[in-house]
């Protein structure tokens, strides 16, 4: 499945307001479907690479030898959800660094099922990576 059909596959979800693959060392969206006029998922993405790396440098100082499984942001009305990729010693059919690569997925916080979108987001990483 190419990146654009994983994304869209991300979009189908009950909820889903926008989702991206953004590259955390640069903080460019590589590709994203949704997003309306309160979530600008260009600005967003760019945003949120300092959410990663903030908590990547918390993993290393407190020496926790553990890498991030997702990070959930819970807001009034919406559930951000942070998944970087884990490449499982493989390359990415994006070429780059699959390290550097997370998706970001954005719900509304009433329609949503947060067990599903971990559950399509695991999907949609095992469809981009080789």
Not at 105 to 119: G, I, S, T, Y
């Amino acid at each position: 499945m190419n990146l654009d059909d994983a994304l869209r596959d991300g979009m189908s979800m009950d909820g889903a307001v926008g989702i991206a693959l953004v590259d955390y060392s640069s903080g460019m969206i590589l590709g994203k479907q949704g997003g309306n006029s309160l979530i600008d998922m260009e600005v967003a993405g760019a945003v949120l690479t300092q959410v990663v790396r903030a908590k990547i440098d918390a993993i290393e100082t407190l020496q926790l030898n553990d890498a991030i499984e997702d990070i959930l942001v819970t807001l009034g009305s919406q559930y951000h959800i942070i998944m970087p990729l884990d490449d499982g010693g493989r390359s990415s059919v994006l070429g780059g660094d699959p390290n550097t690569l997370f998706l970001y997925l954005v719900l509304d916080r009433d329609r949503a099922n947060l067990a599903m979108a971990r559950h399509l987001l695991r999907r949609i990483e095992q469809s981009v990576r080789v």
